[in-house]
Structure formats: C-alpha cells, structure tokens
C-alpha cells in the first residue's frame, strides 16, 4: 500500500523559512507529478507548487520567487523548501502524487495527512 508522509511542519517567524518533505513508500512503480497544496482555515484547499517527474515546476502566484519545489526521483522523496515566509502562507500543507505501484497500473493520486505550517510572531 502506498503512503506519503509529510514532515518539517511548525512555527516560525515572519521572514523566516522552513523545509517540508514528503516521502513515499510501499508498491511504487513510478511517480510522475509531484506537487504541493495548502489549505488554511476558512479557505479552499489550493495548489502551491508542482514539479514533474522530468523537473518542471510550476507555481502559485502567491509564493513565485519564496518557495522551491525539488524531488529525489531515485529516493521517492519530494521537498518544498519556503522562504521570507508570510502570516498569510499559515496553512496545512499537503503533498501529493501520482504513482504507478506496477508497470500494468494506471497512475493514482495518492496524499498525505498534511503538515502545519504557521507564520506567527
């Protein structure tokens, strides 16, 4: 069965940074996208960034030029590294994937339980 776990999750300033991490595990194939959401309270859940499995990456308006989406593709392993955070990026952030478990599988969005990110002096 596969999982994704998110960690790096907690408190910081305004203006500090913070690194997330995903790592997924169990039955996997591959992974093509790899990709970012957030959802604070009150709000839709919305997409932070995105990165194919070839490095292409995609942002939100919101975190261009603070936020830097990678990935491991040898390790099945994601990260999302925030910079000069903002009050405003307080959120739970989820990652996600679309993973193949075997080579005759079609790919599957799999999530993980998010992490909490809050931006508070």
């Known amino acids: 069965q596969v999982q994704l776990v998110e960690s790096g999750g907690g408190l910081v300033m305004p203006g500090g940074s913070l690194r997330l991490s995903c790592a997924a595990s169990g039955s996997i194939f591959s992974i093509s996208a790899m990709a970012w959401y957030r959802q604070a309270p009150a709000k839709q859940r919305e997409l932070v960034a995105l990165i194919t499995r070839s490095g292409s990456v995609n942002y939100a308006d919101a975190v261009k030029g603070r936020f830097t989406i990678s990935r491991d593709n040898a390790k099945n392993t994601g990260s999302l590294q925030m910079d000069s955070l903002k009050p405003e990026d307080t959120a739970v952030y989820y990652c996600?994937?679309?993973?193949?478990?075997?080579?005759?599988?079609?790919?599957?969005?799999?999530w993980g339980k998010g992490t909490l990110v809050t931006v508070s002096s």
């Open positions: 996600t994937a679309n993973i193949r478990e075997t080579v005759l599988s079609y790919g599957r969005d799999y």
